[in-house]
Each structure stands twice: as structure tokens, then as C-alpha cells.
């Protein structure tokens, strides 16, 4: 990933819009900027959080607070708490997320 033509700025997460996004169960709460390809995300999942897709898109996540389970396709898991992160490339393991006691995470893809 290459960042160019991005001035310095700040954000202030609180004042960007939020928008829904139901699972398979629960809810998320994506707060969203863009910048050129970029796109930057404060992300908030209910309690009982599982997604309704396997995604293919490239992130780089960390985790803020509670607890996020990852599984991927090909059955292996993982468990982010806090203070964690993966990163994973496009199209290269498809991935879903879900979590019992939600998690605020923060994502760059």
C-alpha cells in the first residue's frame, strides 16, 4: 500500500457519522473516512456480533476494547483483545468475524 496526496489532518471519531450494518446476528457501527484508495474505520460491534459474509478484503485491524473472534476459511481461529492486531491481504484468506461481548476496533483496509 502506497499513501500519497493525503494532507495532514485529524479526526475527531466522534463527529463522523455512523452507519449500520447488521450480521447474521447482531449489529456493527462503522464510523468511516476515505482518503483517495484508503479508507479508515472506527468500528463497533454489538454483543453477539457474527457476520453474514466471509470477506475477502484487506485489513489491518486493532483492537480497542472487548474481545474479537476471527475464523477463517479454513477453520483455523484467532482471539483479539485488546491492545492486538492482524493484518491479512486481498483475496488472500477469507476471513469473518464475530463476538459475544462486542468490540470498538480500529481498521484500515
Not at 502506497?2 to 447482531?26: C, L, Q, Y
Amino acid at each position: 500500500m502506497k499513501m500519497s496526496n493525503i494532507p495532514f489532518g485529524t479526526t475527531d471519531w466522534s463527529e463522523v457519522e455512523r452507519t449500520e450494518h447488521a450480521g447474521e446476528t447482531g449489529m456493527a457501527y462503522w464510523r468511516t473516512r476515505q482518503f483517495g484508495e484508503l479508507r479508515v474505520r472506527m468500528v463497533e460491534y454489538t454483543a453477539g456480533y457474527l457476520a453474514d459474509h466471509w470477506c475477502s478484503k484487506g485489513h489491518i485491524l486493532f483492537c480497542l476494547e472487548g474481545e474479537l473472534h476471527t475464523e477463517l476459511e479454513d477453520g483455523r481461529t484467532f482471539v483479539l483483545t485488546p491492545g492486538m492486531s492482524y493484518q491479512v491481504a486481498d483475496q488472500a484468506e477469507p476471513h469473518r468475524s464475530s463476538t459475544a461481548t462486542g468490540a470498538r476496533l480500529f481498521i484500515v483496509d
